[in-house]
């Protein structure tokens, strides 16, 4: 077996994000996928998938989060379930809900799909659909969850959320709970790809976090043994940057659409890293010895004040996508992060959108 | 509320929900239990009790034959038992009934 080496002391990956296409039927002002998508046409083929499913499992990966895009918008969708399953993987899918049917839902099943991911973009048909951009959307939505929790599958609720529907963060847990959801995860707009077109209309206040927060502590209480409530404010209201993606290159990896591997979701947007592909190297290789991978792994690429700071093993550095977005430099401290010495004018910059009584409209992915 | 919190009861018969397995992972020498976006490293005595864990056995029988096979003090059995899967109950990942 092809195992990085432990004197490099590289740990093997636990997670593998496929995202098997970027094609979605939904256009949320907040999708976190690039600006520029991959082509259906320039997309791995089912054996290139299966190739790197197998490649994955070698390597240590023990859980594979099937993700897009809408992964139901690939056909082979029922396949690749079967073939990561038959090779003891923990399948997650990660779905919109759209382009799911029933019986498509039971083949996932039969296959071997361990837990689903759905998201949500509101509480009822009217507010849902008008985030997405997709009439008929929520109802879809609620029919999946039936079929999933009719298989005993757990779900796993996905409310992304912000300045327009923070308040409504009680029925969403509600909904959940009626849904038969096990976990809902509350994650805050992440100001990358087109979310950072929106970011006015969409940062919540202040306020609305806070208010965010009690309402979580006591749906948690109320709720322990039911519902999991994971809540991810935005990092911009914080002390410390969030520990992105558990550390570059230490826990989990992304295959995007046409193969490129990426330590992280956004990491295209970082000037000057070069991506090996599935198409040309070994996984274990990418891994290991990537140039991308190696970029920002450890703790030797860090800048003052991240370098001495006593924090770097608890937080990273925070988000290397957010340094390069805000201070140009993809080193740099995470301008979230109070040490920073770029928090100030962020601080004011978050202040100034507060202020705005009403939020500029919502611009819409591909319309 | 469709479900209520849930407490241990020695009579109970404790399962594995769907979506939650036991599983060797190979390449670290190790076993986990995996369950949705998580994966918790087993010691020794915990691969122990999930192993028992078949919705078959109550609580009650899980502890005697561990206690039996580690030669233990059952009451200390038991306190780790019950810490064990009450942790687990909270996070979803284990069913009662009976």
């Known amino acids: ?367 | 509320m469709t479900e209520k919190t849930q407490v241990l009861d020695a009579n109970q018969r404790p399962s594995l929900p769907r979506g939650v397995r036991l599983r060797r992972d190979e390449v670290r020498g190790r076993t986990v239990l995996l369950s949705p976006e998580r994966t918790m490293a087993l010691e020794e005595t915990a691969i122990a009790i999930v192993s028992r864990i078949d919705g078959r056995r109550t609580l009650a029988e899980i502890i005697d034959g561990l206690a039996a096979d580690y030669k233990a003090p059952r009451d200390v059995i038991a306190v780790d038992v019950e810490a064990f899967l009450q942790q687990l109950l909270e996070r979803r990942m284990l069913e009662v009934s009976g």
Not at chain 1, 53 to 74: K, M
Not at chain 1, 231 to 256: E, F, S
């Open chain 1, 1 to 367: 077996m092809d195992q990085p080496s432990p004197a490099a002391g590289i740990n093997p990956p636990m997670a593998m994000l496929a995202e098997l296409t970027h094609r979605c039927p939904l256009a949320c002002p907040y999708c976190s996928n690039p600006l520029e998508l991959k082509q259906q046409a320039n997309e791995l083929s089912t054996g290139d998938w299966v190739r790197v499913l197998g490649e994955a499992a070698a390597l240590g990966v023990l859980h594979v989060h099937f993700s897009g895009g809408e992964p139901a918008s690939r056909r082979d969708l029922v396949d690749l379930t079967k073939a990561a399953s038959e090779i003891d993987l923990y399948t997650n899918l990660i779905t919109s809900g759209i382009g799911l049917t029933e019986r498509r839902m039971n083949d996932l099943v039969q296959a071997g799909l361990e837990h689903v991911q759905l998201s949500i973009q509101g509480t009822d048909a009217a507010e849902a659909d008008h985030v997405a951009g997709y009439k008929g959307g929520h109802s879809r939505k609620m029919d999946v969850a039936r079929w999933v929790r009719s298989h005993d599958l757990p779900l796993t609720i996905n409310a992304v959320c912000h300045r327009q529907n923070i308040d409504h963060l009680q029925r969403t847990i509600d909904l959940s709970v009626q849904l038969g959801a096990q976990r809902l995860e509350v994650a805050t707009v992440q100001f990358h790809g087109w979310a950072a077109r929106n970011r006015a209309a969409l940062m919540p206040t202040r306020q609305q976090d806070a208010e965010a927060r009690r309402i979580v502590v006591a749906a948690r209480e109320q709720l322990k043994g039911v519902l999991v409530i994971d809540y991810v404010p935005a990092d911009y209201h914080a002390t410390y940057p969030k520990a992105c993606m558990g550390g570059w290159g230490r826990i989990g990896l992304n295959v995007d659409p046409t193969g490129r591997v990426l330590p992280c979701h956004a990491a295209e947007s970082i000037d000057g890293l070069e991506f090996d592909n599935v198409r040309d190297k070994p996984l274990a290789d990418i891994w290991c010895s990537g140039e991308a991978f190696n970029a920002f792994r450890g703790f030797d690429w860090m800048e003052e004040p991240c370098r001495s700071c006593e924090r770097k093993a608890i937080d990273f550095g925070g988000c290397r996508c957010q340094a390069m977005a805000m201070a140009g430099n993809a080193r740099a401290t995470d301008p979230v992060c109070s040490k920073s010495p770029m928090h100030a004018s962020l601080l004011d910059t978050v202040a100034e959108l507060e202020t705005g009584s009403s939020p500029p409209p919502l611009v819409y992915r591909g319309r």
